[in-house]
């Protein structure tokens, strides 16, 4: 293996994920997260094996639609709708391959936890707090409607390893 950079690398232009209802899935973003809705694409789908090639998914697949959301001013959410036969409907977890998560950055941890569990979202744990060269954040994480992991990260003071230390 070659050993470097990706060339021309300045950023992460988006994070997609499927969801099992669109519109579920609207209803958060805008009104937990507070995403700005862009607009939406689709359907697709072909007779051949251009969904394999490309995306990696049965060729029979349909996309129903796909919504791209701006949140935060930045970061671009593309949120797919898929048919397919062989498609699997459980959520990974952290500790299985494919598990992820989306980490938001929030000025008031508290704050943010309360609104959450206000609107009945279900936040796992209380907030804890890190220490070693990410002394200085607090996190939690919490759950979208469908199951999806998400994180809420907190450090107005920056981290330890920011700062020179550990």
């Not at 805008?30 to 090639?53: A, K, T």
Request: with cysteine; glycine share 10%.
């Amino acid at each position: 293996m070659v050993s470097g950079t990706l060339p021309g690398l300045t950023g992460i232009d988006h994070i997609g994920f499927t969801v099992p209802d669109l519109d579920q899935a609207h209803r958060f973003l805008i009104e937990v997260i507070g995403c700005e809705y862009m607009y939406s694409l689709g359907p697709f789908q072909h007779d051949d094996d251009w969904m394999r090639e490309h995306l990696a998914v049965d060729p029979r697949a349909v996309m129903r639609q796909l919504h791209f959301y701006r949140c935060g001013g930045q970061a671009i959410f593309e949120v797919f709708a898929y048919e397919a036969d062989d498609r699997r409907t459980e959520q990974p977890r952290n500790s299985d391959v494919g598990g992820h998560h989306v980490a938001l950055y929030v000025d008031d941890l508290d704050a943010a936890v309360a609104f959450l569990r206000e609107r009945g979202i279900t936040v796992l744990g209380d907030p804890t707090a890190s220490s070693g060269p990410s002394q200085g954040q607090r996190w939690v994480y919490f759950l979208s409607p469908w199951g999806m992991q998400w994180e809420l990260v907190s450090y107005p003071d920056g981290k330890a390893f920011d700062r020179g230390a550990s």
